[in-house]
Structure formats: structure tokens, C-alpha cells
């Protein structure tokens, strides 16, 4: 058994990880998708076409409006294979960078496995010191909740629009049960008909109808807030529930525990760079798993930034929303470069509605105005002319 994290977090995912039944074409419909899930039980599949390897999650298909004439590529995470000698660290960090919850394990150029979340929610059931961490200190709070009287429709656009998987259902704040994609997922768009392995005909119910009431798993995992992150796991895993609510006496919602937020504690393991980046303005609504993939962006191009410039000190970024009609909310994001160049600063600000591609585009700005300032260096170096670097080079200037 092991007995801490850290050793869990140095063990090869190479014993941890399952064969997939199926690899599939990015071609394919997303029909033969669902009909794997429904087969298998699995979360998660894997595509490829030999050049390409990407990941399909039941969450995926919410929006997905006839299976049969979806192909599998519009819906797809393409990300890059992962070694099957990674350690558990080196996974939980892919599939932040990645923003994915599995990863295809590649061996030899094939496809050989899939290293899931639920597969290291498995092992973190062995981790005797996961006891000594507080459930209440891991949750997701606070957590995004649903009348029982509301329609599918509605959940169904809340999963989509705020990228969750997990909607607690509740009368008079009393929580009654919990909606998941995976219900939504098998109800309306999994048809009624006869299914097998590789084929499923059908489409989608038309608009979700009838209310969450009568969807629900009315028998969700829920936990006391004296609860420790061990039994969490534990709970999961035999109960096979993909969430924990964390309840008070009153079987109020005070916060949600998936297997990201048990995954917290080894991420945090990880070494921590030494130029300090900063960032301001996430909210609650966004859990820790959208924070860490938003630095990792940042932090990963100005590393690599530094190893040519020294003089980088530090980096903050602000984080600004605006409600614009519905449930619709626009980002803008700037960040700032201080230098250690008699203060000068280096600006950059990207704007759109989803956040991570925000911070996409952000740091695709960031790393030109870096390759830009890295070239009037090497001018500098070889011209013997003094000439300042240009903080200004921006797409969108502030």
C-alpha cells in the first residue's frame, strides 16, 4: 500500500491505465462514441488517424445535436500522445496542460492505453495520508446548484456554457439528487433503440424537455463537512460516483469534490518556478483545475522567456468579466511583464468569451513580443547600438 503521496506521485502510470476497446477514427460519427460509452461505462475515448491523437468525454456530446452526422473531429481535444513511463506527476501535469480529464498513453507509435482520472482516483484510495487532509479544504465552492423544478434544457445549457459535468439538484436549498452529463448524455441523445458496439441510429429528444426532477440520480454521494479527503475517495470509488457533495446537517450543498479536486494535493507537488506569476481576478466559478491550466499557459512561455532574458522579474495578470445579456460572460485579460530594465514593462490584453482561449491567445501574444524583443537584443549585440526593447508590439495593444 502506498503510503504517501509523494510516493504515488514518482509511480509509472504504465500499471495504472486500461486498454481501450476500441481506437477510433476521427472520421467516425459520434454515434459509434456513444455506443462505446454505453457499452463500456468508460468517461472517455480515444481517437486517431496516425498523424493526429485526440480525446472524446461524455460531456463532449451535450452539444452534439444528430450523433449520425457529427463526425468525432468536431467535438475532439486533440492533444499529443503521452509516454507510458510518465510518472503520475507527469500525467496529472499533462492533463492540466492538455485541459483534459484522460490521456492516450502511446508506446512504439500505437495506441496502447488510457490513463483517466478515475483510474488515479483509484489509487489515491491506498494513500493512508489523504486521511489527514480535510474534504471541506479540497471542495469546489461555491458550487452552482439547480432547482428541481427547472427543465433539462436549462441544465443542459448550464453544463455547456460553465463547462461542469455536476449539477445539484435542490427544494428550498435542501439537496434532492444531482443531474450529471452522463444522464443527459444517455436519456436525450443516446436513443431508444436497439444499440451495439460501433453503430447507434437515432437522434436527439428535441430540447431536453421535462424538468431535472425527473433525470436526477436522487441517490448522489454526499459527505459531512467533517469529512477528510480519504473517505472521499474511498466513497467514490465504491459507490462508482464521478462526484461528492459536501453537505451540512441540513443536507445543504457547501461544496463539490470530482477527482480533479483529489488530484490537487500531488499537483501542488510539483517544483515551483522562481519567476513568481500571479493571477488576479478568478473567481470561485472557476475551480482550481481552470487556474492551474491558466498559469501553466503563462508560466510555460515565460520560462522559457527567461532562459534568454534574465532580466524578466515577475508577471501579474488581471482578470475582468462582463455580463453581456443571459448567462453569456466576456473576458478580457491583460497581463503585465515587469522587468528588471530600469522598470520597464512589458503589456499584452486578449479578449473573448471563453476563458482558456483567452489565455491562449494571450500567451501566443506574449511569446511573439518575447521573440521580438529576443531579436532587437541580438541586434543590439551585434550593432553595438543601444536600442530599448518594444513593450508596445501587441495585436490588440492596451
Not at 472517455?44 to 491523437?53: Q, R
Not at 433525470?215 to 465504491?238: C, I, K, S, W, Y
Request: overall charge negative; charged content about 25%.
Amino acid at each position: 500500500m502506498r503510503k504517501t503521496l509523494t510516493e504515488l506521485a514518482e509511480t509509472e502510470i504504465i500499471n495504472l491505465s486500461y486498454t481501450p476497446r476500441s481506437v477510433f477514427n476521427p472520421n467516425d460519427p459520434t454515434s459509434k462514441i456513444l455506443a462505446y460509452f454505453k457499452d463500456t461505462g468508460h468517461y472517455e475515448a480515444v481517437a486517431s488517424d496516425g498523424a493526429n491523437t485526440g480525446l472524446i468525454t461524455v460531456r463532449d456530446l451535450l452539444g452534439v445535436e444528430n450523433p449520425e452526422r457529427t463526425n468525432i473531429k468536431s467535438v475532439w481535444h486533440k492533444i499529443g500522445a503521452t509516454d507510458v513511463h510518465y510518472t503520475v506527476l507527469q500525467a496529472i501535469e499533462a492533463l492540466v496542460d492538455n485541459n483534459v480529464r484522460a490521456l492516450p498513453l502511446v508506446e512504439n507509435g500505437e495506441i496502447t492505453g488510457i490513463i483517466s482520472q478515475v483510474d488515479l482516483l483509484r489509487e489515491l484510495t491506498e494513500v493512508n495520508e489523504l486521511g489527514q487532509i480535510k474534504a471541506k479544504d479540497l471542495m469546489r465552492t461555491p458550487v452552482i446548484t439547480i432547482d428541481s423544478k427547472i427543465g433539462n434544457d436549462r441544465a443542459r445549457s448550464l453544463m455547456l456554457d460553465k463547462k461542469i459535468s455536476h449539477i445539484p439538484v435542490t427544494t428550498d436549498e435542501k439537496l434532492k439528487g444531482i443531474v450529471t452529463a452522463e444522464i443527459l448524455v444517455q436519456i436525450f441523445i443516446v436513443p431508444a433503440s436497439r444499440m451495439t458496439t460501433g453503430h447507434l441510429t437515432g437522434r436527439m429528444a428535441p430540447k431536453f424537455s421535462g424538468q431535472v426532477s425527473g433525470v436526477m440520480d436522487t441517490q448522489p454521494l454526499m459527505l459531512g463537512l467533517e469529512a477528510n479527503a480519504l473517505e472521499v475517495a474511498r466513497e467514490m470509488t465504491r459507490m462508482s460516483k464521478s462526484a461528492c457533495l459536501i453537505v451540512d446537517e441540513r443536507d445543504r450543498v457547501h461544496g463539490i469534490i470530482t477527482p480533479w479536486e483529489l488530484l490537487q494535493p500531488i499537483y501542488d507537488l510539483r517544483g515551483k518556478a522562481e519567476l513568481p506569476v500571479y493571477i488576479v481576478g478568478l473567481t470561485a466559478d472557476e475551480d482550481w483545475f481552470d487556474a492551474a491550466v491558466a498559469e501553466n499557459k503563462i508560466r510555460r512561455v515565460v520560462e522559457r522567456a527567461q532562459n534568454m532574458r534574465p532580466y524578466l522579474h515577475e508577471v501579474r495578470v488581471q482578470i475582468e468579466r462582463q455580463n453581456i445579456g443571459g448567462n453569456r460572460t466576456r473576458y478580457e485579460v491583460r497581463a503585465h511583464i515587469y522587468t528588471k530594465l530600469g522598470g520597464e514593462t512589458i503589456h499584452v490584453k486578449q479578449e473573448g468569451w471563453d476563458l482558456l482561449e483567452v489565455f491562449d491567445d494571450l500567451t501566443q501574444a506574449l511569446d511573439q513580443i518575447l521573440r521580438d524583443e529576443k531579436q532587437e537584443h541580438e541586434k543590439k549585440a551585434r550593432h553595438g547600438r543601444q536600442r530599448k526593447p518594444n513593450p508596445n508590439f501587441n495585436p490588440k495593444p492596451v
